[in-house]
């Protein structure tokens, strides 16, 4: 995927997450290309998966592909359930229920896994639908820090 594929994409992610949630992913105020700061250098993991019933993998930010230790390319090839350990994808799954249900669900706290098998806790996580204007469903997207700390002023100014 070209990286202006990838900004389209974000800008869809974000439009999403702006129409579940009243304010745009995340950002320090006056940045020139906002959506190449949140693709190179947010804090914070963004992610999105298709709609599949077993889903993939359809973006991830630098900071994402950094947590998971997974390439751009190996990401995108791989089911997202892949993202959870064995033991926690029930846990995972009722989550995605839960986003289901209410569109959007803000303060999960989980267990996840990188490529190599070794677990790390997500926090502050948010997971929302992705979907088009006819309220059909394409994906969920999903927002979260890798450490449990203060977040950023403008964190919260968005």
């Known amino acids: ?40 250098n947010a804090p914070y993991s963004i992610l999105a998966q298709n709609a599949n019933v077993d889903s993939y993998f ?34 995972r799954d009722l989550l995605f229920n839960k986003v289901a249900i209410e569109g959007i669900v803000y303060n999960y706290k989980g267990e996840r896994v990188d490529k190599f098998e070794n677990s790390f806790t997500i926090h502050d996580t948010i997971v929302w639908q992705l979907q088009n204007s006819n309220g059909d469903v394409w994906g969920q997207g999903a927002l979260f820090w890798r450490e449990e700390k203060q977040r950023p002023d403008w964190y919260f100014d968005v």
């Open 1 to 40: 995927m070209s990286l202006k594929n990838e900004h389209i994409l974000l800008k869809q992610i974000d439009d999403c997450f702006l129409a579940l949630n009243g304010k745009k992913l995340p950002s320090p105020p006056n940045i020139s290309d906002r959506y190449q700061w949140l693709h190179e």
């Open 58 to 91: 359809i973006y991830a930010n630098k900071y994402a592909l950094s947590c998971f230790k997974y390439s751009k390319e190996e990401i995108l090839s791989i089911p997202s359930r892949f993202s959870a350990a064995i033991e926690n994808r029930h846990e």
